[in-house]
């Protein structure tokens, strides 16, 4: 039972199964997320895979847990070193500069901060400490490197031999691997699956002293020896994008569990599905990548959150105009309706209305019960849309309610905004991080984005003070009960996408 009370489930990737989630120490959750390897700007799916684990930190502190969040960045790579030869500068200067782009992304993409952010190049002694460990227990041996630029280094490989339950997560069998392994020639290993924990320095690229000589790490090895230094020999969640699910994270359980002796290194693996663009996988290839940058410059935060957290975190997704449509359509209703709760809350004055309380008193009791099902939501397996689908149902009843006649006037209308609105921010906000904002901040937002849009797809716009000299046409018009010319000014600012509100406070318009 969490610290809400409410049991929570979550898929464990290795029983492909949702299992009632109990964490090692009561109250206490540790978690560990991949991060990305650091030699350019990331693009839209690594950051569906950070703000996976962004979901998680931020469901486990909104149901009272004391979390421990560790986020890494591989900063020692082939493509760091291939893109520090390209520029001519060290790898060193190529993952500093990406660390504090990538950092840009996540704070405009609102990503909480980890506990702890590690790097490779900060954890060698630990890491080999680690492969040192697994030597000892017999799970590792080493090869010579003759060839190498020093050729009494050696290499290290992992014995998946001397370790029997490999596959656990994957559900790979150590006989089909050996398989297909079949054309590999690699004397070196043992088996030819057996994976690297040390490779020996080659001329040109950066290195560590080690007991096997210059060297740098294997790829995975890095996961064990942070997450095992920082949240111990055993945590409660792992996360990475479902690339990782092999070889690395099978080969990062092989290893912590191989060094540490404990069993299981991590008791719920979790993996967000992939994020493809227009039906395609993102790839070099196809040219189709899009950056987080320039996505996030396009659409800002809190409109990429409401279309990425609109999915399953498991479930593989496209972006196309059509769901950015949906996502913007979502925030601007959603923030229409805490826009007017929030005139309301302001008001000084309020006439009390038997049949308006009555109306609120029902909306109060719609309050409760959203906040209630968007926690149920959460708690099963961070159903964030779900969630959604709740707050926009309460927003549709919120309007509702708001347009009957007298009803905003009243003072349980003033209590029912307040309600209102702390749904949003307190349910909405504080795990899939939309609906904190001021919303005229957001409205502008999606208003300029339409403009932009519509510039691009080369539609007749308008500008504000051409909309603005149209509606004083209008008014004109009205005043003289030309009704005829009111509506054909009404007609004309549709057809170039701005539509107009009438109301007792006056005419107001969006773009469309
Ligand atoms: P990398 O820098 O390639 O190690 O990736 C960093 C994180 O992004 C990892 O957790 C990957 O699994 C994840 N990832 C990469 N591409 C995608 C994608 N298209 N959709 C979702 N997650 C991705
Ligand atoms: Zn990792």
């Not at 120490?25 to 700007?41: A, Q």
């Amino acid at each position: 039972m969490s610290v809400l009370n409410k049991p929570i489930y979550i898929t464990n990737t290795k029983s492909h199964k949702k299992e009632l989630f109990q964490p090692i120490t009561p109250g206490k959750v540790k978690m560990y997320s991949c991060g990305p390897t650091v030699y350019g700007l990331i693009h839209i799916g690594n950051l569906r895979a950070a703000m996976t684990a962004d979901l998680f930190y931020r469901f486990f502190l909104r149901f009272g847990y004391d979390v421990t969040y560790v986020r890494n960045y591989t900063d020692v790579d082939d493509k760091i070193i291939k893109r520090a030869n390209e520029e001519k500068v060290t790898s060193d200067q190529v993952t500093r500069r990406y660390i504090a782009e990538v950092e840009k992304d996540y704070a405009l993409a609102g990503l909480s901060e980890p506990n702890h952010k590690t790097t490779v190049t900060d954890h060698m002694p630990e890491i080999i400490t680690m492969v040192g460990k697994i030597i000892e227990n017999g799970k590792a041996y080493t090869a010579d490197d003759p060839q190498g630029f020093d050729p009494t280094a050696k290499e290290v490989f992992f014995a998946i031999d001397e370790f029997p339950t490999y596959g656990q997560l994957s559900g790979k069998k150590l006989e089909d691997l050996r398989a297909g392994e079949r054309v590999e020639v690699n004397s070196k290993k043992k088996n030819p699956a057996d994976f690297s924990l040390w490779k020996p320095a080659k001329v040109g690229e950066p290195s560590w002293d080690s007991p096997w000589g210059k060297g740098r790490p294997g790829w995975h090895i890095e996961c064990s020896a942070m997450a095992c230094k920082w949240l111990g020999d055993r945590m409660d969640l792992h996360h990475g994008g479902e690339d990782l699910v092999f070889p690395h994270h099978e080969n990062e359980i092989a290893q912590s569990e191989a060094a540490t002796g404990t069993h299981p290194y991590v008791n719920y693996w979790v993996h967000n599905a992939f994020l493809n663009f227009d039906g395609e996988k993102m790839s070099k290839s196809l040219g189709n990548i899009v950056s987080a940058r320039d996505f996030l410059a396009q659409y800002g935060g809190e409109i990429t959150r409401m279309l990425f957290l609109n999915v399953h975190y498991r479930s593989q997704f496209d972006i196309n105009p059509a769901m950015m449509d949906q996502a913007i359509t979502n925030l601007e209703r959603l923030y229409e309706a805490k826009k007017k709760a929030e005139e309301v809350r302001a008001k000084k004055l309020s006439m009390p209305d038997p049949r308006a309380e009555q109306v609120w008193g029902g909306f109060m009791i719609d309050c409760d019960r959203a906040r209630n099902s968007i926690l149920d939501h959460y708690a099963n397996d961070l159903n964030t849309p779900g969630a959604l689908s709740e707050i926009f149902t309460l927003a549709r009843e919120w309007n509702r309610c708001s347009a009957e006649p007298n009803a905003v006037n009243t003072p349980t209308a003033i209590l029912a905004a307040n309600e209102f609105i702390k749904v949003i921010e307190e349910e909405i906000g504080s795990v899939i991080g939309v609906g904190r904002a001021a919303p005229d901040a957001i409205l502008g937002k999606i208003q300029e984005i339409r403009l932009k849009r519509a510039q691009n797809e080369g539609r007749e716009t308008l500008t504000d003070g051409e909309i603005e000299t149209l509606l004083q046409q209008r008014r004109d018009a009205r005043a003289q009960k030309n009704f005829k010319r009111s509506d054909e000014i009404r007609d004309e600012l549709l057809l170039k996408g701005v539509e107009i509100k009438d109301s007792p406070q006056g005419t107001t318009w969006v773009r469309k």
